[in-house]
Every structure is written in structure tokens, then in C-alpha cells.
């Protein structure tokens, strides 16, 4: 077993120095000599410790500004000599270097502040990376250290007599891990201008935003990684009350969230998700009133559901919330009464996405040895773009509402069949390997709904079905229009379209094509 590191010169290069004052101190109680560079140099100084120039080690200035002070075979000597071998520490022109310590310059925190092209450009950071890769390849016989946060395991290390190799080979996998993501914010924030959507070496930074309570099953671990900068969208939101997050939790927000971006904020709108799939959608004039429509949907399904809204909570809604067992609540904002009446259901746990956010550029999925990678589906429709192609055409109300059902079903997993009436679903049929199962499924669901609710007909009677791709048959139009459907709108590109439009005639059926599929699996 490889002896524990003796910490006998440290080179300290840090742009965070929270903690850098005390951690500092305590090498150099322990004997250990630091050297520094520039704006490290002088705070460390200004804390009365004794300190030596890097341009002292390598006998050159800086050069360019500053941005050239550690390239030099001094420093990058003294980090890379096998301590092992008599012809590296003879070859080497300047001290062997046992401890580094450097994180590098903001980049992310200059984008995410809004800085410019030129000031961006000056935060890349090019020896602090170079120091930290050097130091991590040889930690056989060197120590790094990115993180202020282990600061204290050295200090603990320089208390029992040295570092030990898997504390050194930790901290190296640490900062290989900390140089990859800080190269790959670099990639992602030039590939911004790059038309290249598939590039060959595809960069995706991600940081640890929390770790969650538990995965897709208790038995399974899981974490939250958010997207580089500013807290923003669902992965930034701010959980006000309420248990840790699960994978589930997380993951059902996501599709709810997703939907009510796609509603938008011009009307109030409220939805019910549960299994990542839509179980009930409304707009209206007031959020509790979309919430009673879209509850009435499917108010089995609701139950341990996830519900978000595109306007802030308000009381009355609230109040209708806390009558049902709700997991999550995700809504960009929350009226003091509403909270207060939340406070009470200690199991339900509310978040506040206050900075929006539309999807991402790239969706990532793995597979078995790989990643699948697509552009989201950010396509939208309206009236105009329809092409009628029945004998009837829709009235503007069934377009109003064939455009909210084929917004809902493109949040449905597939096959999908959304019946919507008035703004709100009245039957949402998910996830089925047959369309026309999905079709009469929804309709089951709705005349379910109607029986609990004590109203004499189903809800889809003088409704609109969305389909969320064609139908390759007309069995699951007939399914629909025995529901009481009125209008119909799909992507069409069926071989038997004709026989599917005969069909809607014959019923007497409105039908538009949009010619956009939207499966999601």
C-alpha cells in the first residue's frame, strides 16, 4: 500500500476564496510553503502569511495581461515528476510541488450574469485547467483539490502524518470531473451560435441541484441535476413546504409543468397529472374553476396527483386543492392566504418556478450503451394552418376546443385520445397499444366521471377528440363519434384516410389534418 503524501509546498491559484484565509493558515502552521499567484498572493498576504510569487519559482513576470504566469516548466515540472524517479526530480527546474489548490475563473457565472463576448472570453481559464489535469495525472505523488468543501479532509490529512492515495485518487477523479464540466459549459455556451445540432462529440454539463429522496422505486438512489447557471425552470424551482422529492415526484412535475407552459398565461389555466400523464386540463376565467373542470375529468385519477397552474395560487383554489390528496403543486407564484391554507396538508409539497423556462434545446434519453438525443417538439398549430377535410367543417368553438385537445394530447403518452369540450378534457385515454382502445378507454372514463358526478349523459357527448397520430383505421373515429364526439382533429397520412373520412361523413363529423404526429413515449 502507497505511503500517505507528506504536504511539504503548496501552490494556491483560487478565484472562490471562501474559507482560503483559515485553510491556508493551517498549512502553514503545519509547515507547509505556499506559493501563489497574483490576486491569491495578495490575499493571503493581507492575512499576514508568508507567501512566494509564482514569477519567484519560475524566474519569468507574467506576461499578456496575467494570462500567461503558470505555464512554465517550473511549475508544471514540480507537479508532474514521478518522485520515484531520480531522472525526473534531477530534470525538473524548479521545486517539486505536493499540494494544488485551484478552482478557476467564474465563465459560468460571467454568462449567467449577462457579461459580454469579449468578457466571457477572458474568463476562460487556460493554466488553472492545465495545474489541475497535471496534478490530478500524477496523484501517485501529488494531491488537488477544486472544492473548498475539502479543505477539511486535508487538513484532517496533514494531521495524520499525509494524504492517502485514495484520498489523493478521490480528489483527482473530482477534479477531472470538476475540468470536463467547466470545458464543457465553455463548449455548449460557443455551440449557442453553432448550427451544428448534432455535433460528433456531444458536451452536456450538469450539476448536482439535490439529492432526492428516492428514485423511480424506495429500493433505488437518485438525484437532481440542473442545467448550467441560474436556477431556472422546474430543476430551479423553490420548494416552500413539504416532504424531500422523489424521482416520481420530479418527474410527473416535469410533464404537468410542460403542459402548462404550452397553455400559456393568457387565460388561467390548471393541470392534473398523474404517471406523467395529463388525467385532467381546463382554461377559464378564474383558476378554481378551471381546477373543478379539470378535476371533474377524471377525479379517481387525481387522487396523489400532481397539479400545475399557469397564475399564482389563490385561495379559493387552495382551498379546493386541500380537499384532495395532492403530491405536488407546481405554480410560478402563491397568494398569503393560499399558502396558508396549503401549510396545513403536510404531506403536500409545493414548488414556485419563478424564473420560466421552455424546453430544452436537446431531449436525451439512454439505451443500452448509448443515448438517443432529439430536438424538442416545440411545433405549434392554429385555426388557420387546419386543413378541413370533411364535408362539414368545425364550428370556431369545436376549433377552440380541437386546438386545447391537441395541445393536451401532445402530452399524453402514446397512443393517445383526448376528448375535450369547452375549454376543459372530458376524457383522456394514455398509453395504449391500440388507438381504438385508447379511444373507447377515454370514453369509459368519462362516462364514469358523469356517474360520480350524477349527470344524466357522458361527459364527451357534443365533444372534440384529438388524436395524437393518425388513425389506420376508422374503428377508433367510430369509437369516438358513439362517445358523442363531434369534431375530430389528427395528423392524417394514413393509406386508409379516405376510408376514415368516409366514415366522419357519414356520421356527419368534422375532421381537420394538422400533418404533425405527436407521439410520446
Not at 17 to 23: A, E, H, M, Q, V
Request: charged content about 20%; some cysteine.
Amino acid at each position: 500500500m502507497s505511503a500517505p503524501l507528506v504536504i511539504r509546498r503548496a501552490l494556491l491559484s483560487v478565484s472562490d476564496k471562501s474559507g482560503l484565509s483559515d485553510f491556508a493558515a493551517a498549512l502553514s502552521a503545519a509547515g507547509v510553503e505556499l506559493i501563489s499567484t497574483g490576486g491569491t498572493a495578495r490575499h493571503l498576504r493581507a492575512e499576514g502569511l508568508k507567501v512566494a510569487d509564482v514569477s519567484a519559482v519560475t524566474g519569468a513576470a507574467e506576461i499578456l495581461d496575467g494570462r500567461v504566469k503558470t505555464l512554465h516548466p517550473a511549475i508544471h515540472g514540480g507537479i508532474l515528476a514521478r518522485r520515484d524517479r531520480a531522472d525526473d526530480m534531477s530534470s525538473i527546474p524548479g521545486p517539486p510541488i505536493d499540494l494544488v489548490v485551484v478552482n478557476l475563473y467564474p465563465f459560468e457565472s460571467a454568462v449567467s450574469g449577462g457579461a459580454d463576448f469579449d468578457a466571457c472570453i477572458e474568463q476562460i481559464d487556460i493554466g488553472g485547467p492545465a495545474m489541475i489535469r497535471a496534478a490530478a495525472k500524477n496523484n501517485a505523488h501529488v494531491c488537488v483539490v477544486t472544492d473548498t468543501a475539502d479543505y477539511g479532509a486535508i487538513t484532517e490529512a496533514l494531521a495524520a502524518g499525509g494524504a492517502s492515495l485514495g484520498l489523493r485518487r478521490r480528489l483527482a477523479a473530482k477534479a477531472f470531473r470538476h475540468t470536463a464540466y467547466y470545458d464543457a459549459v465553455i463548449a455548449d455556451w460557443f455551440s449557442a451560435s453553432d448550427d451544428e445540432a448534432y455535433p460528433e462529440r456531444l458536451t452536456a454539463p450538469m450539476r448536482r441541484a439535490a439529492p432526492l429522496h428516492y428514485g423511480e422505486n424506495p429500493q433505488q438512489t437518485a438525484a437532481l441535476y440542473a442545467q448550467p447557471g441560474p436556477a431556472r425552470g422546474l430543476a430551479g424551482a423553490r420548494q416552500i413546504q413539504g416532504k424531500p422529492l422523489s424521482y416520481n415526484n420530479l418527474h410527473d412535475a416535469d410533464a404537468a409543468y410542460g403542459l402548462a407552459l404550452e397553455l400559456g398565461d393568457a387565460q388561467p389555466a390548471v393541470v392534473i397529472v398523474k404517471h406523467a400523464n395529463p388525467c385532467g386540463v381546463a382554461r377559464a376565467d378564474a383558476l378554481e374553476t378551471a381546477y373543478d373542470a379539470a378535476f371533474q375529468c377524471d377525479p379517481v385519477s387525481a387522487f396523489g396527483g400532481v397539479v400545475a397552474v399557469t397564475r399564482p395560487i389563490t385561495a379559493p383554489l387552495a382551498e379546493r386543492i386541500s380537499k384532495v390528496f395532492t403530491e405536488v403543486v407546481v405554480a410560478p407564484g402563491i397568494e398569503e392566504a393560499a399558502a396558508a391554507l396549503l401549510e396545513k396538508q403536510k404531506k403536500l409539497r409545493l414548488l414556485i418556478v419563478e424564473r420560466q423556462e421552455p424546453p430544452a434545446s436537446r431531449q436525451i434519453k439512454p439505451i443500452s450503451g448509448g443515448y438517443l438525443v432529439q430536438t424538442p417538439d416545440t411545433s405549434a398549430l392554429n385555426a388557420a394552418e387546419l386543413e378541413i377535410v370533411t364535408k362539414r367543417a368545425p364550428s370556431a368553438e369545436e376549433i377552440r376546443d380541437l386546438l386545447f385537445a391537441e395541445q393536451v394530447a401532445k402530452f399524453v403518452k402514446s397512443n393517445a385520445i383526448v376528448y375535450a369540450k369547452n375549454g376543459a378534457t372530458v376524457g383522456v385515454g394514455a398509453g395504449q397499444m391500440s388507438r381504438v382502445d385508447a379511444a373507447r378507454i377515454a370514453a369509459l372514463k368519462a362516462e364514469d366521471a358523469a356517474a360520480r358526478a350524477g349527470l344524466l349523459e357522458p361527459l364527451t357527448r357534443r365533444s372534440v377528440v384529438a388524436s395524437d397520430a393518425f388513425f389506420p383505421f376508422a374503428d377508433g373515429l367510430i369509437a369516438a363519434a358513439e362517445a358523442g364526439a363531434t369534431a375530430i382533429i389528427q395528423p392524417g397520412g394514413s393509406i386508409r384516410d379516405k376510408e376514415v373520412i368516409a366514415a366522419a361523413d357519414y356520421r356527419g363529423l368534422a375532421m381537420a389534418f394538422t400533418g404533425l404526429r405527436r407521439f410520446r413515449h
